[in-house]
């Protein structure tokens, strides 16, 4: 069964950081990768996409990378602002069963004024 | 655009009582759709997916169960709520084909005393 692990749990960054978010997973027979933003106390907004045949996505600031053979992706954040506190969780759709997705438990951001 | 509805926002019921949540979507037609439940400080466990009306799958045995009465509604329910059930049930849709990505409502918050 697919395990999703995504390290820190929790990290706290000044204002103005760039920073990076890690997400690894056991199987790399993945059809896709998302990763998503959570407020708390709200649903999830998918922030990137990145097919497993592809090997980067962005979207302004924000930057997703994808090495399906190790089995890692990093949501990189550059210049980080407050308004970007929030959890950020990965999941991945394996390539066998286009209906599940595996999420790991996400990495809370705290990024300080 | 697309756009997903959960209601009720929260729900206070006691132990034993019925259960009815329910979610639609707009702006699409024949969604894949899912209902997960997010525990305090764990991550998102997929309860059952729908590819179609009438079409349900469990994920995990449980005492909830989903019904899909029209193309874009997906309805959880119970007939009787454990303590255990309490948690945030996210309701999500993404389209049957490429690019398979995933969108989320904003959830609701359940709680049971």
């Known amino acids: 069964k697919q395990e999703v692990t995504q390290i820190p749990a929790a990290l706290s960054v000044p204002e103005g950081e760039n920073l990076v978010l890690n997400c690894s997973f056991t199987?790399?027979?993945?059809?896709?990768l998302q990763w998503f933003r959570q407020d708390p106390g709200k649903g999830l907004t998918s922030l990137l996409l990145i097919q497993s045949s592809q090997r980067e996505q962005t979207s302004g600031r924000l930057n997703a990378s994808l090495d399906k053979s190790s089995g890692r992706s990093t949501l990189y954040i550059a210049a980080s602002q407050p308004g970007d506190s929030a959890t950020y969780l990965c999941a991945v759709r394996p390539g066998d069963n286009f209906n599940k997705f595996y999420f790991g438990s996400g990495t809370k951001l705290n990024v300080k004024p | 655009s697309q756009t997903i509805h959960q209601w009720p926002a929260t729900l206070v019921q006691p132990v034993g009582s019925p259960l009815s949540l329910e979610c639609t979507v707009e702006g699409t037609s024949n969604p894949n759709l899912y209902w997960y439940r997010q525990a305090a400080g764990r991550g998102l466990q997929l309860l059952f997916y729908s590819v179609g009306i009438g079409q349900i799958s469990s994920e995990v045995p449980q005492n909830l169960s989903a019904s899909r009465p029209q193309d874009r509604q997906f309805i959880l329910s119970s007939k009787k709520l454990l303590l255990s059930d309490s948690g945030f049930y996210l309701c999500?849709?993404?389209?049957?084909?490429?690019?398979?990505?995933?969108?989320f409502g904003p959830g609701t918050r359940l709680t049971v005393t």
């Open positions: 199987d790399s027979a993945i059809y896709n």
């Open positions: 999500a849709w993404s389209t049957g084909g490429v690019p398979y990505e995933q969108y």
